[in-house]
């Protein structure tokens, strides 16, 4: 066997040497645009139908794929210290990105079964570690905060009651009469439903005021005179 032939078995190409890291980061990414959108769906008081949920978690998947286009990073990728790109170095751009929207999902199975990622040989990019170290890594943090960031707030909305789920709770059930009189211990949805009236009641939600004053002490307490 020839030193070459020694050298390309134990050299992997460039576009297999993170393939293994970039999957985790595309599952990493793809789970955040589903919370983020899921928690948009309930930020909005909207009715979360399979429909609904469908599209915002399809329409948070598609900006974030084309933030990573331009740029290169995405929450995910840079977690694990990595950005995507062409053969040439640059970011794949918007094209790139949407078109990715689409093919990274099915990758996430090719690779399994295939140990490659054929998609992404086809749009030519690869992923790369992120360039200058620690330094480097630091340097490029301000776009992924601000998707953190999102995903942090989407899943505060998720376990955080909506208005309907507040009164639903409190007004029509019996845990929710005992939330509201102090008689039994205090659970997760009887806090945030409590403090999610006393939110609403002093943001000037006037039916929420009146069924406070008139039907949850504790929350009235709360609130003030």
């Keep these: 066997m020839s030193d070459g032939m020694l050298f390309s078995m134990d050299t992997p190409p460039t576009e297999a040497r993170f393939q293994n890291r970039l999957w985790v980061a595309d599952l990493l990414d793809l789970t955040g645009a589903a919370l983020v959108g899921w928690g948009a769906v309930r930020a909005a008081e909207w009715v979360s139908t399979a429909g609904l949920l469908g599209f915002a978690m399809g329409a948070a998947w598609l900006l974030l794929s084309c933030v990573g286009g331009l740029t290169g990073l995405t929450p995910g990728r840079h977690a694990l210290g990595l950005k995507l790109e062409r053969a040439e170095g640059k ?11 689409l093919t990274a999902p099915v990758e996430l199975v090719l690779q399994v079964v295939l140990q490659r990622r054929p998609l992404d040989e086809q749009l030519r990019v690869h992923a790369s570690v992120i360039p200058g170290g620690f330094r480097g890594w630091a340097r490029s943090l301000a776009l992924p905060v601000v998707g953190w960031l999102l995903l942090a707030g989407a899943v505060w909305s998720i376990v955080t ?3 309907q789920e507040m009164l639903q709770y409190l007004d029509r059930t019996l845990t929710g009469w005992h939330c509201c009189h102090g008689t039994r211990e205090v659970t997760w949805q009887c806090r945030t439903s409590l403090s999610r009236a006393v939110r609403n009641a002093s943001g000037g939600d006037t039916e ?9 002490p504790v929350a009235a307490a709360r609130l003030g005179p």
């Design 161 to 163: 009651p909506t208005r």
């Design 91 to 101: 970011a794949p751009g918007l094209g790139t990105g949407l078109l990715r929207a």
């Design 208 to 216: 929420v005021a009146e069924f406070v004053r008139n039907e949850c």
